[in-house]
Nanobody
Framework: QVQLVESGGGLVQAGGSLRLSCAASGHTFSYYTMGWFRQAPGKEREFVAAISWSANNAYYADSVKGRFTASRDNAKNTVYLQMNSLKPEDTAVYYC?????????????????WGQGTQVTVSS
């Protein structure tokens, strides 16, 4: 019903910036909460950010708050994650996800659809 494709990952030096995109196809995209998660080698997948269907609310993990900004353009069926002041510990595969979430927007089980991931590597 919904397909998600991430792009925009790459290699960047510490302190630099990247913008990730998540292009969605399928019906009722506008009404999904969109989430961003990441997974570093040997670690559990963790919540990064989420944005409500109306784009009126966005939520961030403490580790990225103040550095990352989530946004969405429903007309383009695309969600973005602007990442500034990147640190080596931000290195991970980043995934976007879609779902009708409630209060647990930070929980993977709340999301029904997932992208394939895009690699972000931050060098020191």
């Amino acid at each position: 019903q919904v397909q998600l494709v991430e792009s925009g990952g790459g290699l960047v030096q510490a302190g630099g910036s990247l913008r990730l995109s998540c292009a969605a196809s399928g019906h009722t995209f506008s009404y999904y909460t969109m989430g961003w998660f990441r997974q570093a080698p040997g670690k559990e997948r963790e919540f990064v950010a989420a944005i409500s269907w109306s784009a009126n609310n966005a939520y961030y993990a403490d580790s990225v708050k103040g550095r990352f900004t989530a946004s969405r353009d429903n007309a383009k069926n695309t969600v973005y994650l602007q990442m500034n002041s990147l640190k080596p510990e931000d290195t991970a595969v980043y995934y976007c996800a879609a779902g009708y979430t409630g209060s647990y927007y930070y929980t993977m089980s709340e999301y029904d659809y997932w992208g394939q991931g895009t690699q972000v590597t931050v060098s020191s």
